[in-house]
């Protein structure tokens, strides 16, 4: 794992000569040694395609390749730093949640229409997540961001997790996402809070959620 968790708010990566690392532009604090930054407009692994969609959708976090030999510092807007271990399995997370990741993970994004069918396109419009999510794929690892720290939940068959969808940060591992209302129609008339809508999780993996309903 090249993440080294400095404290709540600030991750220090190894960058060694060649192999890639992604950021969000703007995430460098401070660096030791031989390191480059230059923009990526391909948006990571993920390649052209994978760029224009996560444009169609307004979900195009700039990002930074760093290459080089040496240490970096990252950390953006005081918000709490998680980082995840990937082995093999994809990373389901918002775009503007990506703080910085493996070059080795394959960058993509998925309609969220299809985990949840129209249900999963109403979660985009309702929480203001988007109708497409950013997708990481591979052996590596990912540091996201999130306000008040991040716990880990997990999903296994029989144990479904319902989450306050202004708390969601990310998924992973063959996980189905759906909209449910947690009271009725009728009773939402002049609500405007969120908790009337749960995102509900099911399959086996695991939903990381944070400790506020405060979006970045």
Known sequence: MPFRE?????????VVPGQKMFSQRGAMLAYRGEVAFTPNIQGGQGGMMSMIGRRM????????????NGTVMFGHG??????ISLSGDTLYVEADRLLAFDGTLRQGTMFMG???GVMGMVRG???????FTTTLQGHGAVAVMAHGGVIEL????????HVDPQAYVAHHGDVRNKLSTAIGWREMV????????QL??????AVYVQASEEKL
């Not at 005081?78 to 980082?83: C, R």
């Not at 419009?125 to 109708?131: D, E, R």
């Not at 997990?154 to 997790?161: K, L, S």
């Not at 002049?190 to 809508?197: A, D, I, L, N, P």
Request: glycine share 20%; proline share 5%.
């Open 200 to 205: 509900e999780l099911s399959g086996s993996g």
């Open 57 to 68: 959708a307004n979900e195009a976090t700039p990002l930074m390749t760093v290459e080089g």
């Open 125 to 131: 419009q309702v929480t203001g997540q988007g109708l």
């Open 154 to 161: 997990p999903i296994a068959p029989g144990r479904t997790v």
């Open 78 to 83: 005081g918000h709490h730093i998680h980082v």
């Open 190 to 197: 002049g609500r405007g809070s969120g908790e009337g809508f």
């Open 114 to 116: 299809s985990q949840g």
């Open 6 to 14: 400095i404290n709540s708010k600030m991750v220090e990566a190894t």
